[in-house]
T-cell receptor, first 113, second 112 residues
Framework: SQTIHQWPATLVQPVGSPLSLECTVE??????LYWYRQAAGRGLQLLFY??????ISSEVPQNLSASRPQDRQFILSSKKLLLSDSGFYLC????????????FGDGTRLSIL | KQEVTQIPAALSVPEGENLVLNCSFT??????LQWFRQDPGKGLTSLLL?????REQTSGRLNASLDKSSGRSTLYIAASQPGDSATYLC???????????FGKGTTLSVSS
């Protein structure tokens, strides 16, 4: 069966520090991968998605970036965090095609001080 | 631009009640609609996926319907239990989009 792992589960970082959140998927190949953010009082917002290794599309401009160095690995990064980057970050995967359900990881709670 | 709205934002019911959660979307050109459950501080658990050609899907005590022409979906929960307490999210995958567009959710509290 397929599983998705995110780490760390929680993270507290000072403003201006770098960030690296990792997501890996097991039990499937060539998945679509997604990074979402859920801010307090707001719905989930798509940040990045990837349909293959090295292929990243950004949905919103910001100081975050994403990379996909391997087929089942998706990384969310920042060089300098802002207070507004606080939130709950969720990674998801789906099979190829537009009618496939998305499956989510357990999320990372990021607090910026 | 696709927008998804969920009503009500919060709902409290006694155990055993049947209830309906509502979801509406502005663009009827969708591929599918997915209902999720989110427990506090946790990720999302997929409950039901309805393809655009389908009218409803059922899983246990859950039944989700889809009316594309009116841009609406409902999630029906039968015989609610305290363990059903969570936030329920509706999301649509649009033909013009690249990923799911989410509503803000309905937070359900079932008291024993």
């Amino acid at each position: 069966s397929q599983t998705i792992h995110q780490w760390p589960a929680t993270l507290v970082q000072p403003v201006g520090s770098p960030l690296s959140l990792e997501c890996t998927v097991e039990g499937t190949s060539n998945p679509n991968l997604y990074w979402y953010r859920q801010a307090a009082g707001r719905g989930l917002q798509l940040l990045f998605y990837s349909v293959g290794i090295g292929q990243i599309s950004s949905e919103v401009p910001q100081n975050l970036s994403a990379s996909r160095p391997q087929d089942r690995q998706f990384i969310l990064s920042s060089k300098k965090l802002l207070l507004s980057d606080s939130g709950f970050y969720l990674c998801a995967w789906s099979g190829q095609g537009s009618n496939q359900p998305q499956h989510f990881g357990d999320g990372t709670r990021l607090s910026i001080l | 631009k696709q927008e998804v709205t969920q009503i009500p934002a919060a709902l409290s019911v006694p155990e055993g009640e049947n209830l309906v959660l509502n979801c509406s979307f502005t663009d009827s050109a969708i591929y599918n609609l997915q209902w999720f459950r989110q427990d506090p501080g946790k990720g999302l658990t997929s409950l039901l996926l309805i393809q655009s050609s389908q009218r409803e899907q059922t899983s246990g005590r859950l039944n989700a319907s889809l009316d594309k022409s009116s841009g609406r979906s409902t999630l029906y929960i039968a015989a609610s239990q305290p363990g059903d307490s969570a936030t329920y999210l509706c999301a649509v995958y649009g033909q013009a989009g690249t990923a799911l567009i989410f509503g803000k959710g309905t937070t359900l509290s079932v008291s024993s």
